[in-house]
């Protein structure tokens, strides 16, 4: 069971819009509609940002989406703004669980 | 309000068996609603899911962790627990627990082990 590929980093400018991508393969988040993102700020537990590719939880600002094509599933903040530099991690379920490597979000 | 609280050593050393407790609020783990998972980071690295627990007591884990970990659940305490066997350095880590399988809804604030003699 691999890991799920993310870019190691990324950076944008407030106001700008990012994407991260999230590739698995056909037998994880190409197959099933269970890929989630969690935000981790250092030094702190794990945020759920986005639950079923797409869904948002109560609380989390509309400015963050997900979708997914194929096996690659993304991860897309619009207006970025200087709280939204953390860490971001995709997660695939299929009775079992495999993350992403991580990605690192600067915000310049 | 759901809360998680990690509990056990901080530092275990190697060959030993690494045992924490995760102790859930604000909800019961006997709803039969949610599974319960453990998930760990190295310092400095990503996450690594380790397994979950239904209020049964069905588990599931990661396949390269399998053979040394053991998840049980004590609905009496509205607690589950981990242990891993046969420790490491490389098993040092932040060790979370989570509420669910499919996505981690609510997590607790991660409790660091240290494997070293």
């Known amino acids: 069971q691999s890991a799920l590929t993310q870019p190691a980093s990324v950076s944008g400018s407030p106001g700008q819009s990012i994407t991260i991508s999230c590739t698995g393969t056909?037998?994880?988040?190409?197959?099933?509609?269970?890929v989630s993102w969690y935000q981790q700020h250092p030094g702190k537990a794990p945020k759920l940002m986005i639950y079923?590719?797409?869904n948002r939880p109560s609380g989390v600002p509309d400015r963050f989406s997900g979708s997914k094509s194929g096996n690659t599933a993304s991860l897309t903040i619009s207006g970025l703004q200087a709280e939204d530099e953390a860490d971001y991690y995709c997660?695939?379920?299929?009775?079992?669980?495999?993350f992403g490597g991580g990605t690192k979000l600067t915000v310049l | 309000q759901v809360q998680l609280q990690e509990s056990g050593p901080g530092l275990v050393k190697p060959s030993q068996t690494l045992s924490l407790t995760c102790t859930v609020s604000?909800?019961?783990?006997?709803?039969?609603?949610?599974?319960w998972s453990w998930i760990r980071q190295p310092p400095g690295k990503g996450l690594e899911w380790i397994g979950y627990?239904?209020?049964?007591?069905?588990?599931y884990y990661n396949p390269s962790l399998k053979s040394r970990v053991t998840i049980s659940v004590d609905t009496s305490k509205n607690q589950f627990s981990l242990k891993l066997s046969s420790v490491t350095a490389a098993d040092t880590a932040v060790y979370y627990c989570?509420?669910?399988?499919?996505?981690?809804?609510?997590w607790g604030q991660g409790t660091l082990v240290t494997v070293s003699s």
């Open positions: 604000g909800g019961s783990i006997s709803s039969g609603d949610y599974y």
């Open positions: 627990i239904y209020y049964s007591g069905s588990t």
């Open positions: 056909s037998s994880d988040v190409g197959g099933y509609n269970y």
């Open positions: 989570a509420r669910g399988a499919d996505y981690f809804d609510y």
């Open positions: 079923e590719v797409s």
């Open positions: 997660s695939s379920y299929t009775s079992s669980v495999v």
